[in-house]
């Protein structure tokens, strides 16, 4: 007897070669459950590269709170700890979206190979937009800090439209983020075109970043809220998941939105002027090729499923009675 009453010996009717690829919603559900454990790797190997930021936070707290003198030693090991931070964050980015890239297209990857590969072959590109990044999230997190103080102090109004401006920057940029990354793991771009294609796709795609960075932002909310003000023991759970989860969750959701984007306006038409088609969008060619020719047709999902038959029982002493030992004929 099977799990559940369910009799687990009989075949069914298998799964066909080219039955449809499921769309939206339903397959990203299905690349999320298949790769669910792997993820939490992936985000534990991309975690390790926040350490140092986390660093730098935990000392300028520390200087804040007095429990360590705010003197020049502790600002320069915090200013050296968020540097090395800003340099490492762009090629572990780059690493941790090549694997993800690889999940959604459901391609075969090693994820501590691949991260680390992609690590160093795209380090100058990756380098130099994380500390883009760095400096502009810097910028940005200041801004919408002085500017509520400075409107509550002076009563100028006119510091609201310094602060949606600098909130829409940051938008902007983070959408943009969208596909930097993925560009400069999948085309040979300069680093130029790369962030102008990129703030034409953040414009271009607007529709679909939004959703993108809805889900991120609900997400991302949900979680602060819970470290923020649920019960310590319930925000020390959360905390202590950080190093697992929600990064790689998150990637996985930018790249399954934003890399068919960067197919159709970037890759696609790089193809079509050389007068072929992306491999990516019709998997293995020399199988599409051969499939007039092949020999044997595939048979999954066309088979009819097979009971398998419960042995006879034998008569003591018969043929097909049960021995612990060699049988002497």
């Not at 909130?167 to 400069?184: D, Q, T």
């Not at 019960?231 to 930018?254: E, K, N, R, Y």
């Amino acid at each position: 007897m099977g799990l559940f009453g369910q009799n687990y010996e009989n075949a069914g009717a298998g799964i066909s070669k080219n039955a449809p690829k499921k769309k939206g919603f339903a397959r990203f559900m299905e690349i999320f459950g298949r790769k669910f454990w792997k993820m939490f790797g992936l985000n534990l190997l991309y975690f390790m590269f926040f350490l140092p930021l986390i660093g730098a936070a935990v000392i300028f707290l520390m200087r804040a709170g007095g429990f360590i003198p705010s003197g020049t030693p502790s600002f320069m090991l915090m200013a050296g700890l968020f540097v090395i931070f800003a340099v490492l964050f762009g090629p572990a980015t780059a690493g941790h979206t090549k694997v993800l890239r690889a999940y959604v297209l459901e391609k075969p990857v090693f994820m501590v190979h691949d991260f680390f590969k992609t690590f160093k072959s795209e380090f100058k590109y990756s380098c130099v937009l994380g500390i883009i990044d760095c400096i502009v999230a810097s910028c940005i997190v200041a801004a919408l800090y002085v500017y509520p103080l400075l409107i509550e102090q002076s009563g100028n109004k006119l510091f609201y439209v310094f602060f949606a401006l600098a909130l829409s920057v940051g938008i902007v940029v983070l959408m943009m983020n969208f596909y930097a990354f993925l560009m400069i793991i999948a085309t040979n771009l300069k680093l130029k075109q790369i962030l102008k294609n990129s703030l034409s796709l953040a414009i271009i795609a607007l529709k679909k970043n939004l959703i993108t960075l809805a889900v991120i932002s609900v997400f991302v909310f949900a979680f602060a809220g819970v470290i923020i003000f649920a019960d310590l023991g319930i925000a020390v759970i959360a905390m202590t998941l950080l190093p697992f989860l929600p990064a790689s969750w998150l990637g996985l959701v930018i790249c399954f939105n934003s890399y068919p984007i960067i197919q159709k306006y970037i890759i696609n038409p790089y193809y079509e002027q050389r007068g072929e088609i992306n491999p990516e969008l019709i998997g293995d060619l020399e199988e599409a090729q051969d499939s007039e020719e092949v020999l044997f047709e595939d048979m999954g999902g066309k088979e009819k499923p097979v009971t398998a038959k419960k042995p006879a029982k034998a008569k003591e002493g018969g043929k097909n009675s049960k021995h612990k030992g060699k049988i002497i004929s």
